[in-house]
């Protein structure tokens, strides 16, 4: 939904042609990024105390270790929604591109299969996907309680996307900048 979501909306601003005088293409990202951070970490907090003991989902990671690799992910599906969304003349495509997306996404992340069944090529090209990253550290340190060391690869994959897709927002936003 993040990515649908800040990717419609960069989308939006481009449609509207919305420009900021004055305004460095830092500056909008900055701003942007801490608003869509704030958002989506609340709606994450929610999900990981009400629900998971809704449920009785076991929690067996401390919870910075959790924070750990809930920020980076986060980071980085804000700025790659919003580089993508960029891309995008009319708001609708991007709901439509993004909404198609998710569900190779969804698959080469490992969630509905594990990632050991597929091609070395797949699996590869899957780690440009933050959520790939994102769900193998999350199963080790929710399932196995492993530390921030053992997922070490998957952190340091996460935070190389946070600069890529940060760099490629960036630039996506100089088109809105005075």
Not at 34 to 42: R, S
Not at 66 to 78: M, Q, S
């Amino acid at each position: 939904t993040a990515l649908i979501g800040v990717g419609m909306g960069s989308a939006t601003r481009r449609e509207r042609g919305e420009r900021y005088k004055a305004v460095s293409p830092i500056a909008i990202t900055i701003g942007r990024t801490i608003t869509y951070f704030v958002i989506y970490a609340l709606t994450l907090g929610f999900m990981l105390t009400v629900h998971y003991s809704l449920f009785d989902y076991p929690m067996r990671g401390a919870w910075w270790r959790c924070v750990a690799v809930i920020a980076p992910y986060l980071l980085a599906v804000i700025f790659l929604a919003q580089a993508v969304g960029a891309l995008f003349r009319r708001r609708e495509s991007s709901v439509v591109w993004l909404l198609w997306l998710s569900i190779p996404f969804l698959l080469v992340s490992g969630v509905s299969l594990p990632t050991q069944a597929f091609p070395q090529w797949l699996y590869l090209l899957g780690k440009i996907i933050p959520s790939s990253s994102a769900v193998e550290a999350w199963i080790a340190i929710q399932s196995r309680g492993a530390s921030l060391v053992d997922v070490a690869p998957e952190l340091t994959t996460l935070w190389l996307l946070v600069a890529i897709y940060g760099v490629g927002t960036v630039v996506a936003n100089r088109s809105q900048s005075g």
